[in-house]
């Protein structure tokens, strides 16, 4: 390598020497928060962070889809946090909750979202009313200006001298709507809230929300287990395949869609025209004239052409029609204008095998016979 060769790798070694320098003097490594989807059981499990939670706090948590007396075995402490529909309870499923709230369990549940008059099972046991009433509580949320606010659309109704019988009964008092309020019952207590939002995930995220949450569910989480019981609501098939399925859908609609239009029958009458009779002589005679002629039979066809152009000569030109040989050609030739070697042709053709020359043999006696 020449001293040139030498001086370039040398000034590209330097500069990037010089930017490694550079990049480990400025590079700052910093540590940064960024949110992604839910994947997992979050995605489905609402009540998955209220798990978490719980779970930190030394609580034993149990969470399930659907409500299984029969496979929680609920124990005299525990406590069950219903957040799916009370109306799916039978009246049965009802009765046997009840029965463990006597002896000791604690109760946690929602109330029927657009139930009005309709609560289920549960909600009439414990002498109840749905009623719709939007109400919205804040409170002061720590490391925030701004106070946490959340809203429930729905509340209870209670029947005349039961209010005193509450331990903690939040709502409207001149209206008799309450969102949120916690009996006791035997040795345990049940507690109705308009919605069990606050307790979800995303919810919780959100400033002063934990805190409310835990003051809600504090006097019920003792000593026992919790059990977490969320409603895992799937929709149709219809609307994950529009909501999810679009991408695909579209391009196949459009292709149906120009299939259908390719396949149609375009706009007009609802039946065809019919077809007006006709007698089509001049194509039988040209088909039955093409089979002859490709059957060999080309000099029968001319010989036909020939004794009708004979005939209209007889009756029409006697004196041509005496004559033979040249001087038939030359009178004929005379009396038509075309050379004679066209009307010798056609008056004593060669070749008729030929389609060419069978043409204009033909086609030459049929303008004599015209003009004879």
């Given at each position: 390598m020449n001293r040139r060769g030498l001086f370039i790798a040398f000034a590209v070694l330097a500069v990037l020497g010089l930017l490694a320098v550079w990049w480990m003097h400025t590079f700052e490594r910093v540590e940064q928060d960024v949110s992604v989807p839910l994947h997992g059981e979050a995605r489905y499990n609402p009540l998955y962070g209220l798990k978490k939670a719980l779970q930190?706090?030394?609580v034993e948590v149990d969470s399930r889809a659907n409500l299984n007396l029969r496979a929680m075995d609920l124990g005299e402490e525990d406590t069950l946090v219903l957040a799916a529909d009370v109306r799916t309870l039978s009246a049965a499923q009802a009765e046997e909750l009840l029965d463990w709230v006597d002896e000791g369990g604690h109760l946690v549940f929602s109330l029927p979202q657009g139930s009005e008059g309709r609560g289920g099972d549960l909600?009439?046991?414990?002498?109840l009313s749905v009623a719709s009433h939007r109400t919205c509580v804040s409170w002061p949320a720590e490391g925030k200006a701004d106070n946490a606010e959340h809203?429930?659309?729905?509340a209870f109704k209670l029947k005349a001298g039961e209010r005193k019988q509450f331990g903690l009964l939040l709502g409207d008092k001149d209206k008799g709507d309450y969102y949120l309020g916690r009996h006791p019952r035997g040795d345990g207590d049940w507690t109705a809230a308009g919605n069990l939002d606050f307790l979800y995930t995303e919810e919780l995220k959100r400033p002063g929300y934990a805190e409310f949450a835990w003051q809600v569910l504090a006097p019920a989480v003792q000593s026992g287990?919790?059990?977490?019981?969320y409603a895992a609501d799937v929709p149709p098939l219809h609307v994950l395949l529009v909501r999810y399925g679009w991408p695909a859908l579209l391009p196949a609609l459009f292709a149906l869609l120009a299939w259908l239009w390719a396949r149609s029958q375009r706009f007009g009458p609802l039946l065809p025209v019919a077809a007006a009779h006709r007698r089509a002589l001049r194509e039988h005679i040209q088909a039955a004239g093409e089979f002859t002629f490709r059957r060999g039979r080309a000099a029968t066809l001319y010989a036909a052409?020939?004794?009708?152009?004979?005939e209209r000569l007889r009756r029409d030109a006697p004196a041509i029609a005496a004559l033979d040989g040249d001087a038939l050609v030359e009178a004929l030739a005379a009396r038509s204008?075309?050379?004679?070697?066209?009307v010798r042709h056609a008056l004593i053709p060669f070749n008729l095998a030929e389609r060419e020359q069978f043409f204009v043999a033909i086609k030459t006696l049929t303008e004599l016979r015209v003009r004879s």
């Amino acid at each position: 390598m020449n001293r040139r060769g030498l001086f370039i790798a040398f000034a590209v070694l330097a500069v990037l020497g010089l930017l490694a320098v550079w990049w480990m003097h400025t590079f700052e490594r910093v540590e940064q928060d960024v949110s992604v989807p839910l994947h997992g059981e979050a995605r489905y499990n609402p009540l998955y962070g209220l798990k978490k939670a719980l779970q930190a706090h030394g609580v034993e948590v149990d969470s399930r889809a659907n409500l299984n007396l029969r496979a929680m075995d609920l124990g005299e402490e525990d406590t069950l946090v219903l957040a799916a529909d009370v109306r799916t309870l039978s009246a049965a499923q009802a009765e046997e909750l009840l029965d463990w709230v006597d002896e000791g369990g604690h109760l946690v549940f929602s109330l029927p979202q657009g139930s009005e008059g309709r609560g289920g099972d549960l909600i009439e046991s414990l002498h109840l009313s749905v009623a719709s009433h939007r109400t919205c509580v804040s409170w002061p949320a720590e490391g925030k200006a701004d106070n946490a606010e959340h809203c429930f659309g729905y509340a209870f109704k209670l029947k005349a001298g039961e209010r005193k019988q509450f331990g903690l009964l939040l709502g409207d008092k001149d209206k008799g709507d309450y969102y949120l309020g916690r009996h006791p019952r035997g040795d345990g207590d049940w507690t109705a809230a308009g919605n069990l939002d606050f307790l979800y995930t995303e919810e919780l995220k959100r400033p002063g929300y934990a805190e409310f949450a835990w003051q809600v569910l504090a006097p019920a989480v003792q000593s026992g287990k919790v059990h977490l019981v969320y409603a895992a609501d799937v929709p149709p098939l219809h609307v994950l395949l529009v909501r999810y399925g679009w991408p695909a859908l579209l391009p196949a609609l459009f292709a149906l869609l120009a299939w259908l239009w390719a396949r149609s029958q375009r706009f007009g009458p609802l039946l065809p025209v019919a077809a007006a009779h006709r007698r089509a002589l001049r194509e039988h005679i040209q088909a039955a004239g093409e089979f002859t002629f490709r059957r060999g039979r080309a000099a029968t066809l001319y010989a036909a052409v020939r004794r009708a152009f004979d005939e209209r000569l007889r009756r029409d030109a006697p004196a041509i029609a005496a004559l033979d040989g040249d001087a038939l050609v030359e009178a004929l030739a005379a009396r038509s204008g075309q050379p004679q070697s066209v009307v010798r042709h056609a008056l004593i053709p060669f070749n008729l095998a030929e389609r060419e020359q069978f043409f204009v043999a033909i086609k030459t006696l049929t303008e004599l016979r015209v003009r004879s």
